[in-house]
């Protein structure tokens, strides 16, 4: 299991930036993937970005061309920059981090999330 810690959320005037950071420690051994989460009151947990060992990205088509994800794979943390905040990107963001367990099994870990308010 790998501990994840986010931080950077807070709250935010539309068309404003933050940069979420996320490190991970622990069992960080066969991490392939890492990447955010989104999850507002109401609403199912969406993907927002993901990176993968060999630098591929995915995007959801909502945060594509102002949303950047990074990672830092020596330091073993992620990041995401966020630009041209819209009120419907309040939500809570949570790290993840997804682990091969066998060749044909993979698990994720999950952090305790930070809040993105965006608001006027």
């Known amino acids: 299991q790998v501990q994840l810690v986010e931080s950077g959320g807070g709250l935010v005037q539309p068309g404003g930036s933050l940069r979420l950071s996320c490190s991970a420690s622990?069992?960080?051994?066969?991490?392939?993937?890492m990447g955010w989460y989104r999850q507002a009151p109401g609403k199912e947990r969406e993907l927002v970005a993901t990176m993968t060992n060999d630098g591929n990205t995915n995007y959801a088509v909502s945060v594509k061309g102002r949303f950047t994800i990074s990672r830092d794979n020596a330091k073993i943390s992620v990041y995401l920059q966020m630009n041209s905040l819209k009120p419907e990107d309040t939500a809570v963001y949570y790290c993840?981090?997804?682990?091969?367990?066998?060749?044909?099994?993979?698990?994720?870990?999950w952090g305790q999330g930070t809040q993105v308010t965006v608001s006027s």
């Open positions: 993840n981090a997804n682990q091969r367990r066998s060749k044909h099994d993979s698990y994720d870990s």
């Open positions: 622990g069992s960080i051994f066969s991490i392939n993937a």
